[in-house]
Structure formats: C-alpha cells, structure tokens
C-alpha cells in the first residue's frame, strides 16, 4: 500500500477495517435482537389469545346460565 508521509493510507485503512468489524458485530446484535423480538411478540399473541378466549368462555357459561334460566333481562 502507499502511505504518505503522514501514514494516512493505514489510519484509513485501519478505520474502514475496525468499521467493518464493528458493522458484523451490530449484524450479529441484530439478529440477535430480532429473534428475541419475534419470540416476545409470539407470547404475547398467545397470552393475548388465551386471556380472550378464558373471557369468551365465561361470558359464554353467563349468557348460557341467564338463557337457561329465562333471566336474560335481569342478567
């Protein structure tokens, strides 16, 4: 490589391999963080799931309960 009298060449050189490196890591950090993402995101889609249908389930023995009974208006 051609250095100047300074060594420019290499400091830049340097930097640019220090940056590729640094941008691997972040990659790597990034998927990382995208698969935790990913796993977060499908638990809360089935405590949300679960939290619904336990309501949907009681609200359907309640509305059962008032049917059978004939009080649906006082229910």
């Known amino acids: 490589?051609?250095?100047d009298e300074d060594g420019r060449?290499?400091?830049?050189?340097g930097a640019a391999?220090?940056?590729q490196q640094l941008l691997e890591v972040l990659?790597?950090?990034?998927?990382?963080a995208r698969?935790?993402?990913?796993?977060?995101?499908?638990?809360?889609?089935?405590?949300?799931m679960t939290f619904w249908r336990r309501w949907g389930e009681r609200l359907t023995m309640i509305l059962g309960d008032c049917v059978l009974h004939a009080?649906?208006?006082s229910c």
């Open 71 to 73: 009080q649906l208006p």
């Open 9 to 13: 060449v290499m400091v830049w050189t």
């Open 1 to 3: 490589q051609a250095v």
């Open 27 to 32: 990659a790597g950090r990034l998927e990382e």
């Open 17 to 19: 391999d220090t940056a």
């Open 35 to 48: 698969a935790e993402l990913s796993a977060a995101i499908e638990l809360y889609r089935a405590m949300e």
